[in-house]
C-alpha cells in the first residue's frame, strides 16, 4: 500500500521515474490502484483471487522491467519481485482463508 499511494496522487518526481524507465503512462494509475487498493484487499481479503491474480501480473511486469531496463541482479532487489510473485499466484489458486472477508460472506 505503501508504494500504491504515491502513485494515486499527484506526485510527479516518481511518475517521471517510472516513465524514464521506460513504464508507459497508462500503467501508472493501474500500479496505484493493484498496489494501494489490492493491498487493502488483500490485508481484508476482499475479493482475494482477483485481487491476487492482478497483483500477480504487476510483480510479472515489474520483474520483467527490473530484468531488461534497469538491469537489476537477483540481490539487489530484484528477490522481493521474484518472492512476490509466486506468493500471489498461491493467493489467487487457494484463496483467502477462513479469517477472510471472502469466507465470511460466502464467496
Not at 3 to 16: F, R, V
Not at 46 to 64: D, G, H, N, R
Not at 95 to 106: K, N
Amino acid at each position: 500500500m505503501i508504494h500504491g499511494y504515491p502513485k494515486l496522487t499527484s506526485n510527479e518526481q516518481g511518475k517521471g521515474w517510472m516513465k524514464s524507465m521506460g513504464m508507459p503512462i497508462a500503467l501508472i494509475p493501474f500500479a496505484g490502484v493493484v498496489e494501494f487498493f489490492g493491498g487493502l484487499g488483500l490485508i481484508l481479503g476482499i475479493l482475494t483471487p482477483v485481487i491476487a491474480f492482478l497483483s500477480a501480473l504487476w510483480m510479472l511486469s515489474t520483474t520483467w522491467l527490473s530484468v531488461t531496463k534497469i538491469k537489476k541482479k537477483y540481490a539487489g532487489g530484484l528477490e522481493i519481485d521474484i518472492t512476490l510473485l509466486p506468493c500471489t499466484l498461491a493467493l489467487t489458486f487457494f484463496r483467502g482463508g477462513t479469517f477472510s472477508i471472502d469466507h465470511l460472506i460466502g464467496l
